[in-house]
């Protein structure tokens, strides 16, 4: 996406004819102008605006670093399970002719009824966070503060549905670690450094107490 915006500006500004829909009395100057895009996944628009944030100016250095660090406050992966939920929000919206921002009480709870038929009662709570989000990056106040018809709705889910079973999750001894490292070893088929390799991710996971996310990549 970032890849596709810089060529489209690069595209623009070389066939832009000057016009403007809003016209400054003055002269900005760079320090003061910020270039935002929001990447809701859902909802977005792109635009150059005095630097400043929803609480407070910020404006230069200050300003930059705002950005920087409310762009790091949601992972990855969160971001992904977000943009999912935004998609879904929204079409629902769509559907009802209901206004997604800022959401109502009934709104949301609605939405989170709707889902009952489709995803698990977990899922609904991360697509409402995904709802959560997409207010925050709108500069509006988290709706769920106030939602008292929700908070019923979701228990009431919670009831119904349940929550899912997850399946315990067995410890690896050094018996059961040993059988891969020695089917690793005895495979020819895969390169000797490749087999150290993977040999030395097992062994460090095993010792480091890792998560597979921490010394694997996608």
């Known amino acids: 996406d970032c890849c596709s915006d810089l060529v489209w500006w690069n595209q623009l500004l070389s066939k832009w004819n000057g016009r403007c829909f809003f016209l400054h009395n003055e002269w900005t100057t760079a ?17 150059t605006e005095e630097a400043r944030s929803s609480t407070a100016p910020a404006v230069g250095e200050l300003g930059q670093r705002i950005s920087y660090y409310a762009a790091l406050a949601v992972t990855p992966t969160s971001c992904r399970a ?25 709104t949301l709870s609605g939405f989170a009824a709707a889902l009952t038929s489709e995803v698990q009662p977990g899922t609904i709570k991360t697509y409402l966070s995904a709802v959560r989000n997409l207010h925050a990056e709108q500069g509006l106040a988290d709706p769920m503060l106030d939602a008292p018809l929700l908070a019923r709705v979701m228990r ?25 490292i020695t089917a690793l070893h005895q495979n020819r088929l895969i390169l000797p450094a490749n087999r150290l390799m993977i040999a030395a991710a097992m ?3 095993f010792y480091g107490f890792l998560r597979c996310s921490e010394f694997t990549t996608q």
């Open 31 to 47: 320090e003061e102008l910020g270039l935002c895009t929001d990447a809701s996944g859902s909802i977005g628009t792109t635009r």
């Open 82 to 106: 977000y943009s999912s939920g935004e998609r879904r929000f929204v079409s629902f919206c769509n559907l009802h002719r209901l206004q997604a921002l800022p959401a109502t009480d009934f």
């Open 156 to 180: 009431g889910i919670t009831r119904v549905h349940g929550s899912a079973t997850t399946r315990p999750r067995l410890p690896i001894t050094m018996f059961v670690l040993r059988k891969p």
């Open 203 to 205: 062994l460090l996971a």
